[in-house]
């Protein structure tokens, strides 16, 4: 992880680099709040609870973005109030522009995700997706999410990397770098203005701080007090699938990128995460996939 040492120069370097990030962060991640985006959702949030979804009278997003995770919940009626929360204030902007487009209402307050001003015990629900790898003080942090959980109250954080399956997605990656040439030139693409730099994906890699361990984040919940603590892997073959091409079409000026290769992108990720979902998940440890779910109830 190349991310600078201090606690106060992390949590500096993620709210301008995602605040500068906002702007395309849905197109780039391909997020969406039609019928495709709400299953995703649900679906990850049913594979940490290990069954259904119920209702979530008040919910709590740590570090959500654009609203992938609330505002499909929302929609899906699993969660009736949601507050969220980010550290970075360009991607609250993002999600309520988000929210006014799909007719939704919801809080958003800019806060550190280790000192949330929220009372003690407001909440049904705390949820967070690929947000604790940022988070300098997980100690801390976890601390804070016990406090504003209500009794019975349920911890969710999905998206988050796996130690390992960090290393083995760096294969794919790595061969995507070298084969970008030759990819731009058979699809016709220009060369990046940033590629020279490494591209997105280096920075991105800048603000990172962790990777899991897979007993790690179980851990964490358990030494802030929470119980019946679960870590599930999530994404092998998709992962790997995913990367490869996001790697390239980081090295591309996006308009280059054909709309073809993004529909094959796109849907070949679906029918991957489907395999990994029926197929793998239940029968590989949690350490091998590049994502870790974790959920836990405070007492």
Request: aromatic share 8%; net charge neutral; glycine share 12%.
């Amino acid at each position: 992880m190349a991310a600078p040492g201090t606690a106060d120069a992390i949590r500096d370097l993620n709210t301008r680099y995602h605040d500068v990030a906002a702007v395309e962060y849905d197109t780039k991640w391909g997020i969406g709040f039609g019928p495709t985006g709400r299953a995703q959702v649900t679906g990850k949030l049913a594979k940490a609870l290990g069954h259904p979804p119920g209702h979530y009278t008040t919910a709590l997003e740590i570090g959500a973005g654009t609203g992938y995770f609330s505002l499909n919940l929302v929609q899906e009626g699993v969660i009736g109030a949601a507050t969220c929360t980010d550290i970075a204030p360009g991607m609250l902007a993002a999600l309520r522009a988000n929210a006014d487009r799909l007719g939704l209402s919801v809080h958003t307050r800019v806060c550190d995700a280790e000192r949330l001003p929220f009372p003690d015990a407001c909440f049904d629900l705390v949820l967070g997706h690929a947000v604790l790898h940022h988070i300098p003080d997980l100690g801390r942090a976890f601390g804070e999410f016990h406090r504003v959980l209500r009794p019975g109250g349920q911890l969710v954080f999905a998206g988050e990397p796996a130690r390992l399956g960090d290393h083995l997605a760096a294969v794919p990656k790595r061969a995507a770098v070298a084969l970008a040439p030759a990819w731009r030139a058979l699809i016709g693409a220009r060369a990046a203005v940033h590629e020279h730099r490494g591209g997105d994906h280096g920075m991105e890699f800048s603000v990172d701080v962790h990777a899991f361990a897979g007993g790690e984040l179980r851990r964490h919940a358990l030494a802030a007090g929470f119980q019946e603590a679960r870590v599930r892997g999530e994404e092998l073959v998709a992962g790997w699938f995913g990367w490869s091409n996001r790697t390239l079409e980081g090295t591309a000026r996006p308009q280059d990128v054909p709309w073809l290769w993004r529909q094959y992108a796109y849907h070949g990720y679906l029918a991957l995460q489907a395999l990994d979902t029926r197929v793998l998940e239940g029968r590989l440890p949690p350490a091998l996939f590049y994502n870790l779910i974790l959920s836990a109830r405070r007492p």
